[in-house]
């Protein structure tokens, strides 16, 4: 079971979670990170890192669903392998309700 990045990442985009990743398997986009559920080992260290608590295990739940967002934008974005500066509003942007609906369109709508 793989992890995934979730809705709170959307505007946030901390990258704390990428510089801890033993294998690469973070993507960025414009408004927010995901995870290739594919390339993810699951081992877990990503999820403590994250400021925004946006990564969790596709299983748990409320998060199934950000299984499939994760893999067709992991499949478009660029590979993400280095810690990059936070948004300067990021931490506005945490806990904020509504945020995939408003910032992220789905994979066929890009």
Same mark, same amino acid.
């Given at each position: 079971?793989?992890?995934?990045?979730?809705?709170?990442?959307?505007?946030?985009?901390?990258?704390?979670?990428?510089?801890?990743?033993?294998?690469?398997?973070?993507?960025?986009?414009?408004?927010?990170?995901?995870?290739?559920?594919?390339?993810?080992?699951?081992? #877990?260290?990503? %999820?403590?890192?994250? /400021? @925004?608590? *946006?990564?969790?295990?596709?299983?748990?739940?409320?998060?199934?669903?950000?299984?499939?967002?994760?893999?067709?934008?992991?499949?478009?974005?660029?590979?993400?392998?280095?810690?990059l500066p936070a948004p300067e509003d990021?931490?506005?942007?945490?806990?904020?309700? #509504?945020?995939? %609906?408003?910032?992220? /369109? @789905?994979? *066929?709508?890009?």
């Amino acid at each position: 079971m793989a992890y995934v990045v979730t809705e709170n990442c959307i505007r946030c985009k901390y990258t704390d979670c990428v510089e801890v990743c033993p294998v690469d398997c973070f993507y960025e986009g414009e408004n927010m990170l995901v995870i290739n559920p594919d390339e993810c080992i699951d081992c #877990g260290v990503c %999820e403590p890192e994250c /400021p @925004a608590d *946006a990564i969790h295990a596709e299983g748990e739940d409320g998060h199934a669903q950000w299984l499939e967002h994760n893999r067709a934008y992991s499949a478009v974005w660029p590979n993400l392998t280095r810690r990059l500066p936070a948004p300067e509003d990021a931490d506005s942007w945490n806990g904020a309700a #509504g945020k995939r %609906e408003a910032f992220n /369109p @789905a994979p *066929a709508e890009r």
